[in-house]
């Protein structure tokens, strides 16, 4: 089945404590896109790659780091969590982004 | 820079009844235009998209979108509702900036479907 997969789907932790959000693709897609998803703000794109090792800043891209080693994966790195990234955060993937992209099921981080 | 406004943050409506979510948006060249779907604890599913030609868009579940160049306009229809699409709906743009196909959301309208 063509998807995209996060891990964690929740994820509850302290200021300061470095995580990781992971994601996968199994489309051999060339573009891969982080967003978060704010109540009353919509979709909001922090980091996306065109290919490996191709990668570029979105609109709100501070206290965010990615990497894209691999075509599939396109973890989210956030090094020093502060309360105001807590949110939703989405994966997501495409062919190119005339087409369309496909969703992660999400990641919903709490940074206490 | 394209922009997009979703004039409705919640609209609702009672079942079988029809429906329209509003779309506009603001570009100086050619865009493309998707809406997609967002059930409670999901992530977002494209419904339908207008990539060029007809501008009447089918997608699924029943969902259609009409391309107004002149307005400005994606609206978003369906003739008859079911409880079964009550969501959020997402209308969004993308065009080409800097060698990279960028894709702007809009803040979503969430569609309510009454019994």
């Known amino acids: 089945e063509a998807q995209v997969t996060q891990n964690p789907r929740y994820l509850i932790t302290v200021t300061g404590k470095k995580l990781t959000v992971t994601c996968s693709q199994n489309m051999n897609h060339e573009y891969m896109s982080w967003y978060r998803q704010d109540p009353g703000l919509g979709l909001r794109q922090i980091y996306y790659s065109m290919n490996v090792e191709v990668t570029d800043k979105g609109d709100v891209p501070e206290g965010y780091k990615v990497s894209r080693k691999e075509k599939r994966n396109f973890p989210l790195i956030l090094e020093s969590p502060s309360p105001n990234q807590t949110s939703l955060y989405f994966c997501?993937?495409?062919?190119?982004?005339?087409?369309?992209?496909?969703f992660g099921s999400g990641t919903r981080l709490t940074v206490v | 820079a394209q922009s997009v406004t979703q004039l409705d943050s919640q609209v609702p409506v009672f079942e079988e009844a029809p429906v329209e979510l509003r779309c506009n948006y603001s570009?100086?060249?050619?865009?493309?235009l998707f809406w997609y779907v967002q059930y409670p604890n999901q992530g977002l599913q494209l419904l339908l998209k207008?990539?060029?030609?007809?501008?009447l868009v089918k997608g699924i579940n029943g969902f259609e979108a009409e391309f107004n160049k002149s307005q400005t306009s994606f609206h978003l229809r369906k003739p008859s509702v079911h409880i079964s699409d009550t969501a959020e709906y997402f209308c969004a743009v993308s065009l080409w900036d800097g060698g990279y196909q960028k894709v702007t959301f809009g803040t979503g309208t969430k569609l309510q479907v009454i019994p």
């Open positions: 570009s100086s060249v050619s865009v493309y």
């Open positions: 207008y990539l060029s030609g007809s501008t």
């Open positions: 997501a993937s495409s062919r190119t982004g005339i087409y369309g992209y496909t």
